[in-house]
């Protein structure tokens, strides 16, 4: 079992110990497609190694964080079709220019969650051109920077 595997896991079992109503994640998917699309819907980008071990623990998980949506690789790949989430992409570009997606360009940006109800996402960012991308949560009026997905997985399970 990879970390993030294990990660998820222990976020799973801890919100249940302390009695937060998180959802299933959905069965894991055989990986067919190795790509991951920012949100300009033409720059595709290798899933990273902890990318890869997310989409490989389970293909949605619907509120699993503060009520966010952590999307399959095909729903972040036709994030398009979903009108609410492109209202809150339209909302968080036009409102915060200093964090992405707006601060670092379409092309640099990928969504990873979103919450349906208000506008709050998290969001991949692969401007810095590391193995692994950055992580952004944009919440209200807060963001918050992770280095990689370990470490959001690590912070959001001290809750």
């Known amino acids: 079992m990879t ?3 294990s990660l998820m896991l222990n976020y799973q079992r ?3 110990n302390i009695g937060e109503m998180i959802g299933f994640p959905s069965a894991a998917k055989v990986i067919n497609e ?3 699309y920012a949100i300009d819907g033409v720059t595709k980008y290798d899933l990273s190694p902890m990318l890869r071990d997310r989409f490989i623990f389970c293909d949605r998980w619907d509120d699993f964080y503060l009520s966010q949506n952590m999307l399959s690789l095909d729903e972040i790949n036709s994030f398009p079709y979903n009108a609410k989430l492109v209202e809150w992409i339209s909302l968080r570009k036009e409102n915060w220019d200093h964090v ?3 601060s670092v360009g379409d092309s640099f940006c990928s ?3 979103f919450n349906p109800y208000e506008p709050e996402e998290i969001y991949i960012d692969w401007s810095d051109s590391r193995k692994e991308p950055t992580i952004w949560h944009c919440a ?3 963001y918050y920077k992770y280095d990689n997905l370990e470490e959001f997985f690590m912070e959001i399970s001290k809750i």
Do not use: L
Request: aromatic letters at 6%; zero cysteines.
């Open 140 to 142: 209200q009026s807060d």
């Open 34 to 36: 190795n790509k991951i």
């Open 100 to 102: 992405p997606p707006e």
């Open 14 to 16: 801890e919100m249940k």
């Open 3 to 5: 970390n993030i595997h």
């Open 111 to 113: 969504i990873f969650s």
